[in-house]
């Protein structure tokens, strides 16, 4: 489904916001999108950036409920279902997250912050070896190694790395003298 493009001046008040909101000052953004026509509030680039302020205001109850919107406008829109997931994440539906995302990847194989999340899931739920094979499916999509030390030190994938180190040794990926990673607490 093709989406309809914003016109102005909804369009200069979504830019001020997204500006605003970049600069992290948060009752400015929501002032420019409370300018939004009503509805153009429900165009899917203007939930996003509602979703991206609830986010930044930990208002994720608030943030849940546009995700929903927001797959449910723009469910050929991968942002929409990262966006409900790390919503659902956030109130403590973990369960239910790692159901939508896994749902998501089938219908976005190629966008890499899927499996990187379904990794921090799989490790919140107890599924080490799962956690694993989704960081080696993430690991394969990406190529920028400061991207992979980032990953190194996020603290809800500390689990799954030992196995996933375990796997590249055994494939002959990586060398058994290889320095072990860290972790930062």
Request: hydrophobic letters at 40%; a neutral charge.
């Amino acid at each position: 489904m093709a989406t309809r493009s914003i016109q102005a001046p909804d369009i200069h008040f979504l830019n001020s916001a997204v500006g605003w909101l970049e600069l992290g000052n948060l009752e400015e953004a929501k002032s420019d999108l409370e300018k939004i026509s009503f509805l153009t509030r429900y165009h899917p680039d203007v939930l996003l950036i509602r979703w991206k302020l609830h986010a930044r205001q930990k208002d994720w109850f608030r943030g849940l409920d546009i995700s929903r919107a927001l797959v449910r406008i723009a469910p050929e829109k991968p942002t929409g279902w990262i966006c409900l997931a790390y919503s659902l994440y956030n109130t403590r539906q973990t369960a239910e997250a790692w159901l939508q995302l896994l749902n998501a990847e089938k219908r976005f194989p190629k966008i890499s912050a899927i499996p990187y999340f379904l990794a921090c899931l799989a490790c919140q739920l107890g599924k080490t070896t799962e956690a694993s094979r989704w960081l080696a499916r993430w690991n394969s999509m990406v190529g920028a190694s400061d991207l992979k030390e980032s990953a190194r030190k996020d603290p809800r994938l500390q689990p799954a790395w030992q196995e996933f180190d375990d796997a590249l040794l055994e494939s002959g990926a990586i060398r058994e003298d290889a320095p072990a990673p860290e972790f930062e607490n």
